[in-house]
């Protein structure tokens, strides 16, 4: 009796001892659509579970390990997959996390002076530390891989921008544009290209104040940044712009924007310091004189979108037609978790813009801040479905439930 009475007691502190080397966390998801996207535990609670000298890792249902990354801000994220108004089960473990592929990263590119890119394996973007194009720009991708450097290093590529010099200069223009379209970032050569235009205006998804006669007060670019996520999984840059006068008060500007592997969408944090009344704020995207009609407004389902046919203007004109074509069609949107909004079309002539379309909501003096995302598709991309602005709009609302109903979690 004395024996089974230990081996019992051995087994149950082994359960015990067991029972402090894993954590379970269970996903529950509201809606009746399935969902493939990033969840957020909070990284202490594991650690209080775990303990603080632990390292731990991730994984499923079967304990195979899954990709993960914690945040700046305290955050457990991974990928998850959950049925509609279904359940998914996954662990935190103890135990060395593996080194794992880089789907999401940014820098700043000093090739082309401050300007700074990022992007996962699905989208991405840039911003201007100078000059006029304050809003968004963007880079189609037709492929999962990471191409931001390869794109600079080929742009930026001084042997080949010389040789196309030296044959214009020798009265080979031909050749010389040639040369050029060789090696220039705005060509599809196979895994994408840069052929959309920001110039003065909100670009693909930034966002601005109001003034007081309902005209945008346009932002500057940025004046610093700051790196707060490196990857793999999750970017995170912070940007903090100019002080600006705006009707007589001293107000500064600070975005927080993440992008996430897997997602067409970065999340952002507009934070305003220096407002000392309720302020009315939008975000939108510009429309192009190309394609003047075909967007969405829908304020009641959290999204606004746009068709956008690309500037073939970079191009020379004789190769202008041709190239246009491969240019495809461009998908951008908005979702806002926020649901008091209103949005609207507004006027707004500059180039070959016409205006944006825009999405208002009212700051407050206690929380002068604004989250929402921005994102981008491409109807050449093969791995998505993006054919037509009906597509986008599907998609687009699909997200924009998805933002409005967050994934539960619950942690054991």
Known sequence: MKK????????????????????????????????????????????????TDQQWKVTDANHQEIPSQVTYDGKLIFQVGVAGKGKSTYYAEAGQPQQYEVKAKGRLFTERQDEFGWENDKVAYRVYGHGGAVGYDLFNKSTSDLMLDYWYASEQN????SVSKQLSERGYQDLADQVYNAFCYHIDHGKGMDCYTVGPTLGGGANALLNKDGSLFMPQC??????????????????????????????????????????HFNRVI?????LTKPTQMVAGTVIHKSNPTAYVLSPENGYLGYEDLGDAS?????????????????????LFPNKDISMTYQQRENGIATGHILAYCQLSTVNS??????????????????HSLTDWEAHLSQSAMSVRNPLKVALR
């Open 369 to 386: 801040q604004l989250i929402y995302y921005f994102g981008s598709g491409w109807d050449k991309n093969p791995s998505t479905e993006f």
């Open 270 to 274: 507009v934070s305003y310091q220096g």
């Open 314 to 334: 970079v191009y020379n004109a004789k190769y202008r037609d041709e190239l246009a074509k491969q240019m495809g069609k461009i998908y951008i949107g908005l």
């Open 158 to 161: 001084q042997e080949m921008r």
């Open 4 to 51: 089974t009475f230990i081996f019992v007691l051995g087994a149950l502190f082994a359960l015990m001892a067991n029972a402090q080397q894993k954590m379970t966390i269970t996903v529950s998801n509201p809606i009746q659509t399935a969902r493939v996207e990033m969840v957020e535990v909070d990284a202490e609670a594991i650690q209080k579970k775990l303990g």
């Open 222 to 263: 940025y004046k610093t940044f700051e790196i707060l996520d490196k990857g793999p999984l999750r970017f995170t840059v912070r940007f903090t712009y100019p002080e600006q006068d705006f009707n007589g008060e001293k107000v500064t500007e600070t975005r927080i924007i993440s992008l996430d592997a897997g997602s």
